[in-house]
């Protein structure tokens, strides 16, 4: 399906948005209090999107085969361009023909959302490359420009406010249709607070939302490593009343939900230690002890072993709360609800340098990986 990659919402063909984006159009030009809005500003305080000609098209009730009569400026005579009638953002032929698998990264302040992210993007990169297919940032689509400079440095500032980061990649033509991938990233302070300024609507409509849950805000987790990993800012976020917060942005919609345990590595270092929160980390046949293979593949059967086991875990850390509501939210029906675990650093630093053991990342693409197998372009195994 075809999607708005700013705010998610579906390419509808019952209402139809087209503008003039002639720069000589002698249209009186306007602000556009939606686009403006949507980029996180506030109209008339500078810095606002303008638009000029423009029309909306309704299907008309009960017509089935229908296209919009609008077709060029009234002013100018160009022909119309589509935007999203949601947002005012454009929508060009690339994404009109392409299917669109829309994630949302959610969760605290400082949970691992934007490290998750950019290290998330090079095993994806390998994949859809190994797979003949070619990962392209669309830079005109995106909000936010990634260097390998980026990618390497873990001393990340806070995503900033109001405007969540947008990643849109094209992945090439996988099973005979072209596909895109968007991603967008918010501040975990944005979801703090339920009447935060900004529109973060685009919840409803992702396929996919990512909240992490930060092991290491969990009093008996950081009691019990006290002594072997590096000092760490604690945050106090109250995961709970973010999930809720959450719910209410996902309004009537109904994506997957990925709860990942993240920072996994924090837990990993609970082997070592003799505490009663460590007891499930000296079984090495867990499913999530294990690493996983690379290739163009989600494994259902050990997806599902991990995450009845990332479950209990939860449960144990305190998080029972957080299991019950994503399971059954009160307002919101999940298309489905797995928990997973990851570790996007492979290993705890004092978030200035990398780890200087310099363990791999893990499992950081496997929520990406299972939203892919159920668009066909990952291969789902073991079913
Ligand atoms: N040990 C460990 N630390 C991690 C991991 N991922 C992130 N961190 C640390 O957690 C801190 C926050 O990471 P971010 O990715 O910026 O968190 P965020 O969720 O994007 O935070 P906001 O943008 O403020 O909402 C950084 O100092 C990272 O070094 C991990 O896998 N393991
Ligand atoms: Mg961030
Ligand atoms: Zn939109
Ligand atoms: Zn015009």
Redesign the pocket.
């Known amino acids: 399906m075809s999607k708005c990659v700013l705010c998610f919402y579906p390419v509808a063909s019952d209402a139809v948005m087209l503008y003039c984006d002639n720069p000589k159009c002698a249209h009186e030009r306007k602000v556009d209090a939606v686009a403006t809005e949507y980029l996180g500003k506030d109209p008339g305080a500078g810095g606002d999107v303008t638009i000029g000609y423009s029309v909306v098209e309704r299907r008309p009730p009960g017509v089935r085969e229908w296209q919009p009569t609008n077709r060029f400026c009234k002013k100018c005579g160009s022909g119309l361009l589509r935007m999203c009638v949601r947002c005012h953002t454009p929508l060009p032929e690339v994404v009109l023909n392409s299917d669109v698998t829309a994630v949302a990264f959610a ?10 992210m950019k290290v998330g993007l090079s095993p994806l990169y390998n994949m859809i490359v190994g797979m003949g297919g070619a990962l392209a940032l669309m830079p005109a689509l995106s909000t936010v420009k990634i260097t390998d400079q980026d990618l390497k440095s ?3 500032p ?2 900033e406010r109001r405007v969540p980061w947008t990643l849109v990649f094209s992945l090439g033509q996988i099973a005979g249709r072209s596909r895109i991938l968007a991603i967008r ?1 918010i ?3 944005d979801l703090a607070a339920a009447d935060a300024p900004g529109k973060f609507d685009y919840f409803e409509y992702a396929d996919l939302i990512v909240f ?1 849950f930060d092991p290491f805000e969990v009093p008996q987790v950081r009691h019990a490593l006290e002594d072997i990993l590096p000092a760490q800012e604690i945050i106090g976020a109250d995961t709970t009343q973010v999930f809720t917060n959450l719910l209410g942005l996902i309004g009537r919609g109904s994506p997957r939900l990925a709860i990942v345990v ?5 837990l990993h270092e609970l082997s070592t230690v003799d505490a009663n929160v460590a007891a499930p980390f000296h079984n090495p046949g867990a499913g999530y002890m294990r690493s996983r293979p690379d290739g163009p593949t989600y494994d259902e059967v050990l997806g599902a072993l991990i995450s009845e086991e990332v479950r209990s875990l939860l449960a144990m850390l305190d998080a029972q709360g957080l299991v019950n509501l994503a399971e059954h939210p009160p307002t919101v029906t999940p298309a489905e609800t797995r928990f997973f675990a ?8 004092d ?1 200035t340098e990398l780890s200087a053991r310099g363990k791999s990342p893990y499992r950081v693409v496997d929520p990406l990986f299972w939203i892919l197998a159920t668009r066909g372009i990952v291969r789902t195994i073991g079913k």
Request: charged share 20%.
């Open positions: 969760g605290p302040r400082s949970s691992g959302k934007t490290v998750a873990q001393a990340l806070a995503t990233d501040a975990g302070e992490l993240s920072k996994f590595d924090v990851m570790s996007a650093l492979g290993a705890s630093t978030g």
